[in-house]
């Protein structure tokens, strides 16, 4: 069995982090499902979409902005550092989580309350996905995540082996302070891996009336000098304004490359 679905299916405490589950990895879901089922885990879910094949699992939802995953890397930190080293301390000290807290829209009284779900269950981890990996400040959350995994009683288990490897090998503790963030306006899509759909854009009513286009509308999806088009598909499950992208994987390079999220300029085909 994969190391890393035996790890959740031994945890009692689960927190995802930086992953849409359904698309990114279907095993590790089903491990997910599995271990609340069979061990009554507490599974918490940190994403900026709600996903809507989790809802019924997940005992909370955090959700944060677009591109804040490093605010809420230092949050994770902050909350469940135990014996931390006067580096490390010495940055958990001059962390402004206020102002951490009001950029990335997660409540500091959100990871209260998954502390509290933490204090009764033994095996912890947290699943990081590749939100994480393809971050422009993915060298920083590293370096927190790596704080994580040596000064927490939670287990850092990433879906993308190199990053898991570098928060394995990682003693650096001079990490940067958190970047200001920059702000996701307009029309955001997210790329998904789905063979079966990658045809379609997967959005709200709200991202509709944001790009003036209705259901079942052929558009174009245009970023930074290229486009490409896709059939758009309302879908009263999600909220927000953020689409999702299903694409082959690397079919569109443009899209798959950097940062899963990107801010498109979306017209009608």
């Given at each position: 069995?994969?190391?890393?679905?035996?790890?959740?299916?031994?945890?009692?405490?689960?927190?995802?982090?930086?992953?849409?589950?359904?698309?990114?990895?279907?095993?590790?879901?089903?491990?997910?499902?599995?271990?609340?089922?069979?061990?009554?885990?507490?599974?918490?879910?940190?994403?900026?979409?709600?996903?809507?094949?989790?809802?019924?699992?997940?005992?909370?939802?955090?959700?944060?902005?677009?591109?804040?995953?490093?605010?809420?890397?230092?949050?994770?930190?902050?909350?469940?550092?135990?014996?931390?080293?006067?580096?490390?301390k010495a940055y958990l000290n001059d962390l402004d989580i206020g102002y951490i807290s009001g950029e990335s829209s997660a409540g500091?009284?959100?990871?209260?309350?998954?502390?509290?779900?933490?204090?009764?269950?033994?095996?912890?981890?947290?699943?990081?996905?590749?939100?994480?990996?393809?971050?422009?400040?993915?060298?920083?959350?590293?370096?927190?995540?790596?704080?994580?995994?040596?000064?927490?009683?939670?287990?850092?288990?990433?879906?993308?082996?190199?990053?898991?490897?570098?928060?394995?090998?990682?003693?650096?503790?001079?990490?940067?302070?958190?970047?200001?963030?920059?702000?996701?306006?307009?029309?955001?899509?997210?790329?998904?891996?789905?063979?079966?759909?990658?045809?379609?854009?997967?959005?709200?009513?709200?991202?509709?009336?944001?790009?003036?286009?209705?259901?079942?509308?052929?558009?174009?999806?245009?970023?930074?000098?290229?486009?490409?088009?896709?059939?758009?598909?309302?879908?009263?499950?999600?909220?927000?304004?953020?689409?999702?992208?299903?694409?082959?994987?690397?079919?569109?390079?443009?899209?798959?490359?950097?940062?899963?999220?990107?801010?498109?300029?979306?017209?009608?085909?």
């Amino acid at each position: 069995m994969n190391t890393k679905i035996e790890k959740v299916l031994n945890s009692d405490y689960i927190i995802s982090f930086g992953s849409f589950l359904a698309q990114d990895n279907e095993q590790v879901k089903e491990a997910i499902i599995e271990t609340i089922a069979q061990r009554n885990a507490e599974f918490i879910y940190m994403h900026p979409i709600d996903n809507i094949d989790l809802k019924v699992f997940y005992s909370q939802l955090i959700k944060y902005e677009v591109g804040s995953e490093e605010g809420i890397a230092s949050m994770l930190l902050d909350t469940f550092a135990i014996n931390a080293s006067d580096k490390i301390k010495a940055y958990l000290n001059d962390l402004d989580i206020g102002y951490i807290s009001g950029e990335s829209s997660a409540g500091e009284e959100e990871f209260e309350e998954a502390l509290e779900k933490a204090q009764e269950k033994t095996s912890k981890v947290l699943i990081v996905g590749r939100d994480i990996t393809t971050h422009e400040r993915v060298e920083n959350i590293v370096k927190i995540l790596a704080a994580i995994n040596r000064y927490s009683d939670l287990e850092v288990i990433c879906l993308d082996e190199k990053t898991q490897e570098q928060v394995d090998t990682c003693t650096d503790e001079d990490i940067e302070e958190v970047q200001e963030l920059d702000s996701y306006n307009g029309t955001i899509v997210y790329s998904i891996f789905d063979e079966q759909d990658c045809q379609k854009l997967v959005g709200s009513q709200s991202f509709a009336r944001i790009a003036k286009i209705e259901d079942n509308d052929e558009v174009y999806l245009n970023y930074n000098g290229h486009k490409v088009k896709k059939q758009f598909i309302i879908n009263e499950d999600l909220y927000g304004t953020v689409a999702l992208c299903p694409i082959l994987d690397s079919n569109i390079s443009f899209l798959t490359e950097d940062y899963r999220y990107k801010q498109v300029k979306v017209e009608k085909a």
